[in-house]
T-cell receptor, first 115, second 116 residues
Framework: GAGVSQTPSNKVTEKGKYVELRCDPISGHTALYWYRQSLGQGPEFLIYFQGTGAADDSGLPNDRFFAVRPEGSVSTLKIQRTERGDSAVYLC?????????????FGPGTRLTVT | AQTVTQSQPEMSVQEAETVTLSCTYDTSESDYYLFWYKQPPSRQMILVIRQEAYKQQNATENRFSVNFQKAAKSFSLKISDSQLGDAAMYFCAYRRKFHTGNQFYFGTGTSLTVIP
């Protein structure tokens, strides 16, 4: 079946602009995670959803970052007033639920470049 | 807080040879999960192997095996009979047990080159 998909694959934007990054999880997966992977680093947790609600957003770096999942499926990560330091690969992962026995499946990421 | 350290930014191995990637972690918890993920240039994170801390036996998956030393908080990955397709970034990761959310804590990665 289809895996986790993310669009766009690459996004170049100017400093100060607003961007939206989309994640389509595997059908039936109720848990969804966002990670940010800066150059030369491992992925860092941003936020996760169980269903429609953001259960833990402690990883969001500041209030310019916001994520939604209105119908419990597709999620959008929104970044306002982008800064050059926001340049990174943004990874999305989904799993059947929050139980620790469930594997997280990752998408291919969106590479965001802020010029 | 949980931290994961990979002290080898780059490694190389001859095709068909064996290579070991190192990982150490810090935690105050007694039970948890440890993982190795592979990330090729396509950026897709692929699960290589998973270990539960309470299990004494080291996990194996075909050519991939781990050396889990709980007391030393060490979790190394051994790749046997290396193949060209093994070339990628490898990330060691920690995940808490019995904890909702279960986000990963990743190391900084090791870039593996396989020499034909």
């Amino acid at each position: 079946g289809a895996g986790v998909s993310q669009t766009p694959s690459n996004k170049v934007t100017e400093k100060g602009k607003y961007v939206e990054l989309r994640c389509d999880p595997i059908s039936g997966h109720t848990a969804l995670y966002w990670y940010r992977q800066s150059l030369g680093q491992g992925p860092e947790f941003l936020i996760y959803f169980q269903g429609t609600g953001a259960a833990d957003d402690s990883g969001l770096p500041n209030d310019r970052f916001f994520a939604v999942r209105p119908e419990g499926s597709v999620s959008t990560l929104k970044i306002q007033r982008t800064e050059r330091g926001d340049s990174a690969v943004y990874l999305c992962a989904s799993s059947l639920g929050l139980a620790d026995t469930y594997e997280q499946y990752f998408g291919p990421g969106t590479r965001l470049t802020v010029t | 807080a949980q931290t994961v350290t990979q002290s080898q930014p780059e490694m190389s191995v001859q095709e068909a040879e064996t290579v070991t990637l190192s990982c150490t972690y810090d935690t105050s918890e007694s039970d948890y999960y440890l993982f190795w993920y592979k990330q090729p240039p396509s950026r897709q994170m692929i699960l290589v192997i998973r270990q539960e801390a309470y299990k004494q036996q080291n996990a194996t998956e075909n050519r991939f095996s781990v050396n889990f030393q709980k007391a030393a908080k060490s979790f190394s990955l051994k790749i046997s009979d290396s193949q060209l397709g093994d070339a990628a970034m490898y990330f060691c990761a920690y995940r808490r047990k019995f904890h909702t959310g279960n986000q990963f804590y990743f190391g900084t990665g090791t870039s593996l080159t396989v020499i034909p």
